[in-house]
């Protein structure tokens, strides 16, 4: 009878990768930046990159309870950006990655970066997206108008809006309003965005237009060449 050979193949983890960028100890950082780590080795010839595992925490060493995890299944294999909403302005994070080989194993964890990101000093910008425009006449006492807001920090914008000369309205998260009982004549609408850091428009979105509900009114118009 034959002898039986076995052979047992040993799949070495990974190289452990390293953190490029942000830099360590990196400041003003994007609250959505971009992580890249280094290219993937592997002392196995063969071996290639399958999948990413990158964690990002508040607590250096910790990563129990992470702000951030891509899971074990990333295919953001070497960079990644943070989604928005994740990481807050002017807060410390640290952050590591490892990674995964075609035999599905893993490498150890890279040694740990932080970086800080940037406070908010940029205002939001406001933008009317329908209702009358400026310049119109409308023959109706009622009117609609929607608006959306632009940031450098894109969640978490409120809006107060004004008509005329009364006061501004409280800051809320509608980005639409109807407007009734609107008597004949001139009427400037105005809204205001603002961001989680208290940044308010310095130049909201109006719309200046005419009402004509009156018979008289509208027979004017209509007789006009």
């Given at each position: 009878?034959?002898?039986t050979?076995?052979v047992?193949?040993?799949n ?6 390293l ?10 950082e994007?609250?959505?930046?971009i992580?890249?780590?280094?290219e993937?080795s592997?002392?196995d010839p ?7 595992h990158?964690q990002?925490s508040?607590?250096?060493?910790d990563?129990?309870s992470?702000v951030?995890?891509?899971g074990e ?9 943070v989604?928005a909403?994740v990481?807050?302005i002017t807060t410390t994070?640290?952050?590591h ?15 740990e970066t932080s ?13 009317l997206?329908s209702g009358?425009?400026d310049?119109s006449i409308?023959?109706a006492n ?5 608006w959306e807001g632009?940031?450098?920090i894109?969640?978490?914008l409120t809006y107060?809006t004004?008509l005329d000369?009364n006061?501004w309205?409280?800051f ?11 008597r ?5 609408f105005m809204v205001?965005?603002?961001?989680a850091?208290?940044?308010?428009d ?6 200046s237009?005419s ?5 008289e009114a ?6 006009q060449?």
């Amino acid at each position: 009878q034959p002898d039986t050979i076995t052979v047992t193949f040993i799949n070495n983890r990974a190289d452990t990768p390293l953190n490029i960028s942000p830099l360590d100890g990196a400041q003003s950082e994007s609250v959505t930046p971009i992580l890249t780590a280094s290219e993937f080795s592997d002392p196995d010839p063969g071996d290639t990159h399958d999948a990413t595992h990158w964690q990002i925490s508040l607590t250096s060493g910790d990563y129990s309870s992470p702000v951030f995890d891509s899971g074990e299944g990333s295919n953001d294999l070497i960079e990644m950006e943070v989604p928005a909403g994740v990481l807050d302005i002017t807060t410390t994070y640290y952050w590591h990655v490892r990674y995964k080989d075609s035999r599905g194993t893993w490498s150890e964890f890279s040694r740990e970066t932080s970086f800080t990101t940037a406070d908010d000093i940029e205002s939001p910008d406001t933008f009317l997206i329908s209702g009358p425009e400026d310049g119109s006449i409308i023959l109706a006492n009622s009117a609609i108008f929607t608006w959306e807001g632009t940031d450098n920090i894109q969640w978490n914008l409120t809006y107060a809006t004004k008509l005329d000369d009364n006061a501004w309205s409280d800051f809320g998260p509608d980005t639409i309003i109807y407007i009734s009982d609107l008597r004949d004549g001139l009427h400037t609408f105005m809204v205001k965005a603002r961001d989680a850091s208290g940044n308010e428009d310095p130049t909201p979105a109006f719309s200046s237009f005419s009402v004509h509900t009156s018979p008289e009114a509208v027979t004017n118009l209509q007789t006009q060449p």
